[in-house]
C-alpha cells in the first residue's frame, strides 16, 4: 500500500516511452545516465527506479515522449472491473484532494469505443476514492497543468501509471517560431545520437530550415539538457514533492554545461526568412553563439577543412511539401555536392523518400530506421572520402630486374 512520499523512494517499474524508433537512442541515454534497462521495445524503455529517479529522466532525456512510474498491473475485461480496480489505490496519498489532475490513456478493448470513456471512469475512480476519504474532490480536465495519471489497457491487462512529465519531453521548449515542416527535437537528438558525429569537429546543416538539428547539436555538443529550458511537470504536483531534489538536479545540469573551443556548427538555407526563423530559436535555445548561420543555396554552404567532420541534411522528400519530380535535381545536386566538396567528411541524409535518395547517387554504408509522424524515414550514412579508395591504398612497386 502506498503512503506519502513513499513514491519517491520506493523502486517500481518505469516506463520511458518514445516516438517509434527511438529507443535504441533513448536507451543510450538512459545508459549514461547510470540506469539499467530490463526491457527495450519498439517505442520505449523499461527500467526500475522511483519518482526522485524519474525527476532525474525527465530533466536529462533528449529523446524520450513521457516518463511514467507504474502504480499497479491488473487484469481487465470490462469498465466497471476498470473502476474497482482503481477505487481501492490510495489517490489520497498521492495528490492533493482540492488540486488537479488529468487522464491520458491508450485503450485497446472491445469494450472501449473511444479512449474518452476510460478516462472517465479512471476519473470516476479517483475523485469518488478521494471524496469518500478526505470529503474534497479534485478538479479534473484535459490540460496536462497538474498531476497526470495514464491508463494502458490491452486486451485482459491493464496498467495504471503516474505519468511525471505531463506536457511530452519530445519538444525541448526552444521552438519559439516552428517554421515549415519542423522536425521534432526528440527526432533531431536521435539522429544526431546515431551518427558518428565526436561533438567536437565541424557539424554542417545544409537546408536547416527551423534550425532544429543544428540546435540540437550545439545543446548535445555543450551538455545543455532539455531540463535546462523547461520549469513544469507533472511530478511537481504529487504528494511529498520536494523541491530542493529538483532544484539540486537542476544545479547540477547547469554545472556540467560545457565549453567546446572551437566548435563549428554551420547552418545554411536560401530562405532567408527560415535562417532568421532559426537565430531566433537558437537563441531561445542559449546556443546562438555557437552557430554560423548563412543565407545561401546548399552548394555554397562553408565546409571548414574537418577530417572528423559531419554534414546532415534534411531534405524534403515530397510527400509533404514538393513535388518530387522537382526535387529530382535538388537530390542529385546534393549528391554532387557531397561528393566534390565534403570529402573527408561522413555525409548523412534524412529522407523519407527512397527512392528520391537513388538519385544522390552515393553507396550509403549504413541506413537507420526511423519515423516522422508517421513517414517510415531513413537516415543515409555515407562516407565521403578524401580521395578516392583506389588512391588511398599503397601500389606495391615491382622489384627493378
Excluded at 197 to 219: H, Q, Y
Aim: glycine share 6%; hydrophobic share 40%.
Amino acid at each position: 500500500m502506498f503512503v506519502s512520499m513513499q513514491v519517491f523512494t520506493q523502486p517500481r517499474s518505469i516506463i520511458i516511452t518514445c516516438h517509434k524508433w527511438l529507443a535504441p537512442a533513448l536507451t543510450a541515454e538512459v545508459k549514461e545516465l547510470g540506469f539499467t534497462p530490463v526491457r527495450v521495445f519498439q517505442t520505449g524503455v523499461e527500467l526500475m527506479g522511483t519518482v526522485k529517479d524519474c525527476i532525474r529522466l525527465n530533466l536529462h532525456l533528449r529523446c524520450a515522449s513521457q516518463v511514467m512510474y507504474s502504480l499497479k498491473a491488473f487484469a481487465c475485461d470490462h469498465p466497471d472491473e476498470l473502476y474497482q480496480a482503481l477505487v481501492t489505490l490510495p489517490w489520497e496519498k498521492l495528490m492533493a484532494a482540492d488540486g488537479y489532475f488529468s487522464v491520458t490513456s491508450n485503450v485497446f478493448h472491445p469494450t472501449i469505443q473511444t479512449n474518452l470513456f476510460a478516462n472517465l471512469r479512471v476519473k470516476d475512480a479517483i475523485v469518488d476514492r478521494m471524496r469518500e476519504k478526505t470529503g474534497k474532490r479534485p478538479s479534473t480536465g484535459s490540460g496536462l497543468t497538474g498531476a497526470v495519471v495514464y491508463l494502458f489497457w490491452k486486451h485482459q491487462e491493464a496498467e495504471i501509471f503516474l505519468d511525471t512529465s505531463g506536457e511530452t519531453l519530445a519538444k525541448h521548449g526552444y521552438r519559439k517560431l516552428p517554421g515549415k515542416a519542423p522536425m521534432l527535437e526528440a527526432l533531431a537528438a536521435a539522429t544526431i545520437l546515431s551518427t558518428k558525429w565526436d561533438r567536437k569537429s565541424a557539424f554542417v546543416n545544409p537546408m536547416c530550415g527551423s534550425g532544429t538539428l543544428a540546435i540540437e547539436a550545439a545543446l548535445i555538443a555543450t551538455g545543455r539538457k532539455p531540463g535546462l529550458l523547461r520549469g513544469q511537470y507533472a511530478f511537481m504536483h504529487l504528494t511529498g514533492y520536494d523541491p530542493a531534489v529538483y532544484e539540486e538536479e537542476k544545479t547540477l545540469l547547469a554545472a556540467s554545461v560545457k565549453e567546446i573551443p572551437g566548435l563549428k556548427i554551420i547552418a545554411s538555407d536560401r530562405s532567408e526568412l527560415a535562417v532568421t526563423t532559426s537565430r531566433t530559436n537558437a537563441v531561445a535555445a542559449g546556443v546562438e553563439e555557437f552557430i554560423h548561420f548563412q543565407v545561401c543555396n546548399f552548394e555554397h554552404t562553408e565546409i571548414p577543412e574537418d577530417p572528423k567532420g559531419v554534414i546532415m541534411f534534411n531534405p524534403e522528400y515530397g510527400e509533404r511539401l514538393g513535388d518530387e519530380i522537382e526535387l529530382n535535381a535538388t537530390y542529385a545536386a546534393m549528391g554532387d555536392f557531397l561528393k566534390n566538396k565534403c570529402r573527408g567528411y561522413t555525409g548523412y541524409v534524412f529522407t523519407g523518400n527512397l527512392d528520391l535518395a537513388k538519385k544522390i547517387r552515393l553507396k550509403p554504408s549504413r541506413k537507420m530506421e526511423f519515423f516522422n509522424a508517421t513517414i517510415d524515414c531513413r537516415l543515409l550514412e555515407y562516407e565521403l572520402y578524401a580521395g578516392t579508395k583506389r588512391e588511398d591504398k599503397q601500389v606495391p612497386v615491382s622489384p627493378a630486374t
